[in-house]
């Protein structure tokens, strides 16, 4: 079993940043690949990044490529979410994700995740 508690959400103006945490309990944690999605009022949840449990493999949904990066610390049992150049539409819930798998892909499909958090706000003025 995989417990995730996101932290670091709140309001920022356009153009500001946040950095996003999502700290896992459980064994499974160095071999999962662990994912950020975002959901907006109204709107079905969507993929914003990967990383692979390696770390050697990393995608990004086109609409934050260049403006995020996530990256992870496996002896801390974390996954981070820097967001930059942050814009209105990026307001949304985002949640982390943990996919448990050996081969060490980074899945982008929401189906393919077995644990999930709560979420998190993220809300960006104009």
């Known amino acids: 079993q995989v417990q995730l508690v996101e932290s670091g959400g709140g309001l920022v103006q356009t153009g500001g940043s946040l950095r996003l945490s999502c700290a896992a309990s459980g064994r499974t944690f160095n071999r999962s690949a662990m994912g950020w999605f975002r959901q907006a009022p109204g709107k079905e949840r969507e993929f914003v990044a990967v990383?692979?449990?390696?770390?050697?493999?990393?995608y990004y949904a086109d609409s934050v490529k260049g403006r995020f990066t996530i990256s992870r610390d496996n002896a801390k049992n974390t996954v981070y979410l820097q967001m930059n150049s942050l814009k209105p539409e990026d307001t949304a819930v985002y949640y982390c994700?943990?996919?448990?798998?050996?081969?060490?892909?980074?899945?982008?499909?929401?189906?393919?995740?077995?644990?999930w958090g709560q979420g998190t706000q993220v809300t960006v003025s104009s």
């Open positions: 990383i692979n449990y390696a770390s050697t493999t990393t």
């Open positions: 994700a943990a996919d448990w798998n050996l081969g060490g892909s980074a899945p982008r499909s929401k189906s393919d995740y077995d644990y």
